[in-house]
């Protein structure tokens, strides 16, 4: 029903605020919360307030759909390219991605019973197992967006989580909970590659401010450069996404990301 009756009328929607913004409107266009056009009348903002309303549906279709073998294969892609397109919709997205997981990973760890049980768990077992299929193509898309809303926190140095990116955190652990090992030491390896290239980037400058500090005032530290800030916010993301990756991989990996981290 969502992908049939509510996606075109949220997508009907997003295409007449790109009229008004002026631009040109595709699939997956997402419209920005404020238009860079300065276009924001009250037509616009009631437009993108009844597109945001239409969206907060979405967690709500996720609780309990019958037809995911069949609906999400066709759902999956355009999930994908909203996601990919910013933060405007991923609260909505995500949120009803792991509703989709959760609530049936509830019933296939749940003690089998009566028949009605055994029915249920077989369903959502098959559901579980269409989910798991798009796991490699979400947990990518989810990592770009989890890094970088994680390491625009750290620069601001924001205190606790924001929304988006406990929503973020949710949805990734729920993914790699059903992902093969395989794959979730792929994508691991890969992130442990990004923190090493990271790290890398941010000793050199360091040394070159140790350099500089022979002939400086003892009590004057060098500034810190907004690219070398930038680079030590990016270290702290990547490690906030590998610590949800320890649960789910072997001793080896966990014995590479500390060699990684040592000082």
């Known amino acids: 029903f969502f992908g049939q009756q509510v996606l075109p009328m949220a997508n009907a ?12 409107f595709h699939a997956g266009w997402v419209p920005p919360a404020v238009s860079s056009t300065d276009n924001n009348t009250v037509e616009r903002h009631t437009l993108f307030l009844t597109y945001s309303q239409v969206w907060d549906m979405f967690p709500a279709f996720c609780n309990a759909p019958v037809d995911i073998p069949q609906a999400f294969p066709m759902a999956a892609k355009p999930l994908g390219d909203f996601l990919s397109s910013g933060p405007v919709l991923l609260h909505a997205i995500c949120s009803g991605l792991t509703n989709l997981i959760e609530k049936n990973r509830e019933i296939v760890t749940a003690d089998a019973g009566d028949v009605d049980t055994q029915t249920n768990m077989a369903e959502a077992q098959a559901n579980i197992k269409t989910l798991a299929r798009y796991a490699p ?7 770009n967006s989890f890094t970088t809303l994680s390491t625009s926190a750290h620069i601001k140095s924001a205190s606790g989580s924001s929304g988006e990116l406990t929503v973020l955190t949710h949805v990734i652990e729920a993914f790699l909970a059903i992902s093969e090992p395989k794959s979730i030491k792929e994508l691991f390896e890969t ?8 790290t890398t980037t941010r000793t050199q400058p360091e040394e070159d401010d140790a350099d500089d500090m022979t002939d400086a005032h003892p009590r004057h530290k060098p500034k ?7 680079t030590h916010a990016k270290i702290y993301a990547l490690l906030d996404l590998l610590h949800l990756f320890v649960s789910h991989v072997d001793q080896d990996s966990v014995s590479k990301l500390f060699r990684v981290i040592k000082p």
């Open 224 to 230: 810190r450069t907004d690219e070398q800030i930038e």
């Open 191 to 198: 992130a442990v590659v990004r923190l090493l290239s990271a």
């Open 137 to 143: 193509n979400f947990l990518p898309i989810l990592f």
């Open 13 to 24: 929607l997003a295409e007449r605020i790109a009229a008004v913004d002026g631009v040109a």
